[in-house]
Structure formats: C-alpha cells, structure tokens
C-alpha cells in the first residue's frame, strides 16, 4: 500500500512568486492536513480537508490556500512568497474525520531566494 | 487551547544506555496523545499512540511511554539506544477524535554516540 505521497521533493522560488504544492494521500484515506515545519516555529497545523471542505484552519495569514478535489488529492498554494516561508511544508492523510492517527509525507522542501 | 512542552531540546547519549524524553501537554479536553519521529530530509513516522486504557504504550523499535494525567505527561523511553535511533522526536497532542489536527511540542534532537 503506498504511502502520502508529495510532489515535489524540492522547490526553490524566489520571493514575490507563488507555489502550488501538492500530497497524494494514502488509498482509501479521505482527509488531509497539512502542516509548516521552520525550525524557529517548528510544526505547525496549516489547514485541514475532508471531502473538498476545508474543515479547519491554522493561524496563518490568507497568501497560504489549499484545496481538495474529488479523489481526495489535495494541493497547497502560496502566493506572494515572503523569505520566510522557506520550510518544509508535510502533508498527513487520515482515514476520515475523527480518527487516532496521521500518516504523514516525506515533505516539500521550499526555499524561497 | 492546546499545547505541548518538550523539556530538553537536545538529548546526548551514549549507545545501549538508556533514555527518556519529556514531554507534557496542557488541555481542558481529554486528548489523544502521540509520538512521531523524523530522521533528516524525511517526514514525520509515528512510534505510539495513546488513546485510552492502559497507561504504558509500546511503540515501534523497543520504545515506549507513560500516560500521566495527573502530571499531564506523556514521556518517551527506550531501555537501551542505538546510533540508529540518532534522529528528532515530536510528542504531539489532538481533541479525541482529532488527529486531523495535531498540536507539536517544539521536538527533542536525540543523539547516539558510540
């Protein structure tokens, strides 16, 4: 059974662009989180869907968007990137909402320049 | 809200001692309770959980930990390192039924030494 998967590995932008990310979640899995890893602020919760809603929100500002399509795929976008929004950005899926457990990605490494 | 202390930033030790890594939450809810690990330029793997009933969890690779809700801890232990569990630890706390949505301690850089 495959794992999260997310594309790209590795990503360098320079600052003023913008970036679609994107996590292929693990068969069968119907949510999918994402979250922002720096090491000043460590992991933090991003956003949150389940069935092409965005269920929660994390407290970041509006450049950072996400969606959900049909298949479950979800994909993250930042707009007008900033020198701090280099990080590596990890998706988890779940199987559905109200579960025990996120299987989490390898991660998206951005580099912003 | 929720959130979650990880007491040592970095952990030295030598191979085959012993250790244990702290970590308390603060939540007005019953929570779930878990402990991811993250070797570098890779995702987050999940080591235990705890949920409910019994209070010592084993996880993967001979760890294991104790919830204590009196002391709101939830501390990671293994009896005896090896250079492979090198590596950082994130405990991490979610509502029940949650863990769409985790909240992280500020992780724990383990390192073996020969």
């Known amino acids: 059974k495959a794992g999260v998967t997310q594309t790209p590995r590795y990503l360098i932008k320079t600052r003023g662009q913008q970036v679609t990310l994107s996590c292929s979640p693990i068969s069968g899995h119907r949510s999918v989180s994402w979250y922002q890893q720096t090491p000043g602020q460590g992991l933090q919760f991003l956003f949150e869907?389940?069935?092409?809603?965005?269920?929660n929100k994390g407290n970041f500002p509006g450049r950072f968007s996400g969606r959900q399509f049909s298949n479950s795929r979800s994909e993250m976008n930042v707009s007008t990137l900033e020198l701090g929004d280099s990080a590596l950005y990890l998706c988890?899926?779940?199987?559905?909402?109200?579960?025990?457990?996120?299987?989490f990605g390898q991660g998206t490494r951005l580099t912003v320049v | 809200a929720q959130s979650v202390t990880q007491l040592d930033s970095q952990v030295p030790v030598f191979e085959e001692a012993p250790v244990e890594l702290r970590c308390n939450y603060s939540s007005s809810v019953s929570v779930y309770l878990f402990w991811y690990v993250q070797y570098p330029n890779q995702g987050l793997q999940l080591l235990l959980k705890y949920l409910s009933g019994s209070t010592l969890v084993k996880g993967i690779n001979g760890f294991e930990a104790e919830f204590n809700k009196s002391q709101t801890s939830f501390h990671l232990r293994k009896p005896s390192v090896h250079i492979s569990d090198t590596a950082e630890y994130f405990c991490a706390v979610s509502d029940l039924g949650r863990a769409e949505k985790l909240v992280f301690g500020k992780g724990t850089k383990l390192t073996v030494n020969p």
């Open positions: 988890a899926s779940s199987r559905t909402e109200g579960s025990t457990e996120a299987f």
């Open positions: 869907y389940f069935s092409e809603t965005q269920r």
